[in-house]
């Protein structure tokens, strides 16, 4: 995916409030943003790193700036968490997750059950309904290794419980990692963070649902998924 109109380079001041942040502009102008992450951004949040901005110039919006990447440790990091669907998407039709890109039809927040939604319903004459669940990740502690989730996320183990139930009524169920950063090439979960996001991962693999992850390349004008990475179960502290 392209940035257009161009992103605005900053230098961040704060990110507070979860949604918010201060910046100052190359321009000299100091702006209050919105920021479209709700995670903790662990490690993302530095003062005075460089970061680019998307603008929004509607009356719908109350700030006009928006966060998209930051500078960490000299690498490009998406912070967008809503692109992870979008980025998702394009590692889909490129062939990047398993056999995905062999379904005829993709549809985007389709309903699962009876009362949650699921972010992909991939559908084909002759195979059962796939059911994909998407998730950001952006978080590094140790070289080569992106980690998820980076806070407490009772809504991810719902996810997962609910992929879960749907392996086990016979349709093909994948939980899809999209890492915004080219700094890693496996992707581990944080049971010192998150204990129970752990359990119901490892529930859900029992109940045969897939996990995949893929990084993307991130630049000031464009972000591309472009290889996937190892799912490292190894490395995952045991509960």
């Not at 997750?97 to 379904?103: E, K």
């Not at 669940?133 to 980076?150: C, M, S, T, Y």
């Not at 998150?194 to 045969?208: I, N, S, T």
């Amino acid at each position: 995916m392209e940035f257009s109109p161009p992103l605005v380079p900053a230098r961040l001041k704060c990110r507070y409030k979860r949604f918010l942040f201060d910046a100052l502009l190359d321009t000299g102008e100091e702006i209050t943003g919105f920021c479209p992450n709700t995670g903790s951004m662990r490690g993302l949040t530095t003062a005075g790193s460089r970061i680019w901005l998307s603008r929004h110039d509607t009356a719908k919006r109350k700030y006009a700036h928006a966060f998209e990447l930051i500078e960490a440790d000299g690498v490009l990091v998406g912070v967008h968490a809503a692109l992870a669907n979008r980025l998702a998407r394009e590692a889909i039709a490129a062939g990047l997750v398993s056999d995905l890109a062999h379904y005829e039809t993709v549809r985007a927040e389709q309903r699962m059950g009876e009362s949650s939604r699921i972010d992909f319903k991939l559908s084909s004459p002759g195979r059962p309904d796939c059911y994909v669940e998407v998730k950001n990740v952006h978080f590094i502690r140790h070289k080569g290794l992106a980690e998820f989730p980076d806070t407490v996320t009772a809504r991810g183990a719902r996810h997962l419980e609910d992929l879960a139930q749907v392996a086990r009524q016979g349709a093909r169920a994948v939980m899809l990692y999209v890492v915004q950063r080219e700094d890693c090439d496996r992707l581990a979960l944080c049971g010192d963070l998150d204990p129970a996001y752990v359990r119901a991962f490892r529930a859900a693999l029992a109940a045969g649902v897939e996990a995949y992850a893929v990084k993307c390349r991130v630049q000031p004008d464009q972000i591309i998924p472009f290889s996937p990475i190892a799912m490292d179960e190894a490395i995952m502290p045991l509960i």
